[in-house]
T-cell receptor, first 113, second 113 residues
Framework: DQQVKQNSPSLSVQEGRISILNCDYT??????FLWYKKYPAEGPTFLIS?????DKNEDGRFTVFLNKSAKHLSLHIVPSQPGDSAVYFC????????????FGAGTQVVVTP | NAGVTQTPKFQVLKTGQSMTLQCAQD?????MYWYRQDPGMGLRLIYY???????DKGEVPNGYNVSRLNKREFSLRLESAAPSQTSVYFC????????????FGPGTRLTVL
């Protein structure tokens, strides 16, 4: 039962433009969300997180938005750079459930010149 | 500072064989995790260790055992490998509670014939 879904398996964006990655979840008890980035043959690396008490969190070019009523979060990358070409995973968890995050299937982002 | 290391990087087993995947971290983290990643699916938690001396089941523990050997090392054992266990396995660690990002190793690609 996949409780975290990334419905777009791939996204192509031009360098300099905005990349918007989407993630939906079904469990209303989730209260902490993270995005990870993964290059081929490497493990995922942490990108940005957001707690359910917030609806937005920014870190440089990366902004995560959380819409709790819609059970939806999105990651905005502005501006997109070639080094952003990677697979992006969203993850959701409950703060009362030790480290047990549910991950989405990932979105492959390709940034073209 | 190597972060999280995993051995081996690749492994091919025959059905019924056993093996142990090794994981070590040098960040003095309390918590460690084992995930598997299959095509079209996100990372799924197999087992985790909240702290040295404790282990607990994740989402997909069947067919696996773990040992938290000390604070640095967390191994995953397949006692009798099955083709359904063909996957990429990631080890991760975190400083502590759920608000901490997880740091991932580079993965072990396992094929069971």
């Amino acid at each position: 039962d996949q409780q975290v879904k990334q419905n777009s398996p791939s996204l192509s964006v031009q360098e300099g433009r905005i990349s918007i990655l989407n993630c939906d979840y079904t469990n209303s008890m989730f209260d902490y969300f993270l995005w990870y980035k993964k290059y081929p043959a490497e493990g995922p690396t942490f990108l940005i997180s957001i707690s359910s008490i917030k609806d937005k969190n920014e870190d440089g070019r990366f902004t995560v938005f959380l819409n709790k009523s819609a059970k939806h979060l999105s990651l905005h990358i502005v501006p997109s750079q070639p080094g952003d070409s990677a697979v992006y995973f969203c993850a959701a968890g409950r703060t009362d459930s030790w480290g047990k995050f549910q991950f989405g299937a990932g979105t492959q982002v390709v940034v073209t010149p | 500072n190597a972060g999280v290391t995993q051995t081996p990087k690749f492994q091919v087993l025959k059905t019924g064989q056993s093996m142990t995947l090794q994981c070590a971290q040098d960040m003095n983290h309390n918590s460690m995790y084992w995930y598997r990643q299959d095509p079209g699916m996100g990372l799924r938690l197999i087992y985790y260790s909240a702290s040295e001396g404790t282990t607990d089941k994740g989402e997909v523990p069947n067919g696996y055992n773990v040992s938290r050997l000390n604070k640095r090392e967390f191994s995953l054992r397949l006692e009798s490998a099955a083709p359904s266990q063909t996957s990429v396995y990631f080890c991760a660690s975190s400083e502590g509670w759920v608000y901490n990002e997880q740091f991932f190793g580079p993965g072990t690609r396992l094929t069971v014939l």
